[in-house]
């Protein structure tokens, strides 16, 4: 991979195109897949001594465009804030190829669901002794249990009953109606 330097309106030494090459060469190992990187060197008449020289960097690969552009009193420290930019780049652009082939793996993994038979809904059974008590002795009966409801024969009709009591301490009687 070829680093194209270009430089604009200012002179660009030996030493420092040697040192932009092996800082941006660094980038290049830690992405391969660049097809085309540009490096754009310019210098500006500016009121701030800090903001004289512009690095330009741009990257191609073959799904992204990386671009950095920083401004600095040389070109050796814009290099250097523009590989720092150009690393986070990177790292974010890894992290969402990461992603996506992490997404795309699972669901190649995953399995149909296979939609099991419908099953019949769970019904517990419990067999209580229906005994033939006044509603009075059926209060009597559930607090003493300590349950929530209580199934008894009526004294006078001889029908299940059932006696429930609420959170709130109250008590329902359900007595069936003969049809």
């Known amino acids: 991979m070829e680093i194209q330097i270009t430089t604009k309106n200012c002179r660009l030494d030996n030493r420092t195109r040697s ?3 092996r800082k941006m060469g660094r980038i290049t190992r830690m ?3 660049i097809s085309e990187f540009k490096i754009e060197l310019d210098e500006e008449q500016t009121r701030s001594q800090a903001d004289h ?3 330009k960097a741009t990257l191609h690969t073959g799904t992204d465009v990386l671009y950095a552009e920083e401004r600095a009193e040389n070109l050796l ?3 250097d804030q523009a ?3 150009l690393n986070q780049q990177i ?3 890894k992290g969402k190829m990461e992603e996506k082939v992490r997404n795309r793996e699972s669901i190649r993994l995953s399995q149909p669901k296979v939609s ?3 099953r019949e809904p769970l019904i517990r059974k419990r067999q209580q002794e229906a005994k033939p008590m006044t509603v009075e002795e059926a209060v009597n009966q559930l607090n003493l249990s300590g349950e929530e409801y209580l199934l008894f024969l009526g004294p006078d009709t001889k029908r299940v009953n059932l006696l429930r009591r609420f959170a709130d301490g109250k008590f329902e009687l359900v007595e069936p109606v003969p049809e």
């Open 83 to 85: 590989v720092k930019v």
């Open 77 to 79: 420290t814009a290099a």
């Open 19 to 21: 040192y932009i090459q």
């Open 91 to 93: 790292d974010h652009a």
């Open 53 to 55: 020289f512009i690095l």
């Open 31 to 33: 992405l391969p897949q």
């Open 116 to 118: 099991s038979p419908p």
